[in-house]
């Protein structure tokens, strides 16, 4: 099946700083997704990617699809931006496939 | 309400008791489906519906695990005769169909003694 990887496992930064976190798959994809899992469990939608850029705030994504990988940009962090980073492909049919996540961790 | 909702929040229950998980999809979303997130670690596809059919089962661990759907709308998810290695949070999602974004809902977080 398709692999997903991201990097780095864990992140820990001082409030202010910025990041990035990468999220590499190993097929074609159809649809790729970039959650914030909050540390009471939520999952909230950050970005639908499949391809190109966008931009949500101090949050951008970029996906270049054709090198099966995918960037999460996160600018003057927050203590709120704490909790797991989570990126989900979709090959083929529905099922969605997380990668293991980055554990970002902002320090006041 | 707005957003995919899950009932209940929490379920502590005995080993060997069965256990039915709600999920209540976005209005109007086509699709739904259910993972499972053991602690600490990522999420696990269980079961896809498109409808009230179910295309891909592939990831229900045993076949103490089951899930219905009715009316395009209401999910539940049955788990018989729980282990202890079914504790976990229960997370379902829903979209508007193919390809589109998946929402979720809050989970239901299962502990099995």
């Known amino acids: 099946g398709i692999q997903v990887e991201q990097s780095p496992p864990d992140l820990i930064l001082q409030e202010g700083a910025n990041s990035t976190l990468r999220c590499n798959f190993s097929?074609?994809?159809?649809?790729l997704q970039w959650f914030h899992q909050n540390p009471w469990g939520q999952l909230i939608n950050l970005f639908y990617?499949?391809?190109g850029t966008k931009q949500n705030g101090r949050l951008s994504a970029t996906t270049v699809a054709t090198e099966r990988y995918s960037l999460l940009y996160i600018s003057s962090s927050q203590t709120t931006d704490s909790g797991v980073y989570f990126c989900?492909?979709?090959?083929?049919?529905?099922?969605?496939?997380f990668g293991t996540g980055t554990r970002l961790t902002i320090i006041p | 309400g707005a957003g995919v909702s899950q009932s209940p929040s929490n379920k502590v229950t005995e080993k060997g008791k069965d256990v039915e998980l709600r999920c209540d999809p976005i209005?109007?979303?086509?699709?739904l489906y259910w993972y499972r997130q053991r602690l600490g670690q990522g999420l696990e596809f269980l079961i896809y519906?498109?409808?009230?059919?179910?295309?891909?089962k592939s990831g229900l661990p045993s076949d103490r695990f089951s899930a219905e759907r009715t009316g395009e709308s209401v999910s539940t998810l049955t788990i018989q005769r729980t282990q202890q290695e079914d504790s976990a949070v229960y997370l379902c999602?829903?979209?508007?169909?193919?390809?589109?974004?998946?929402?979720f809902g809050d989970g239901t977080r299962l502990s099995i003694l």
């Open positions: 990617i499949p391809s």
């Open positions: 999602a829903s979209t508007t169909g193919h390809g589109q974004p998946q929402h």
């Open positions: 209005s109007g979303h086509t699709a």
């Open positions: 097929d074609s994809v159809n649809n």
């Open positions: 519906f498109q409808g009230n059919s179910a295309p891909d």
């Open positions: 989900a492909v979709l090959f083929g049919n529905e099922k969605l496939t």
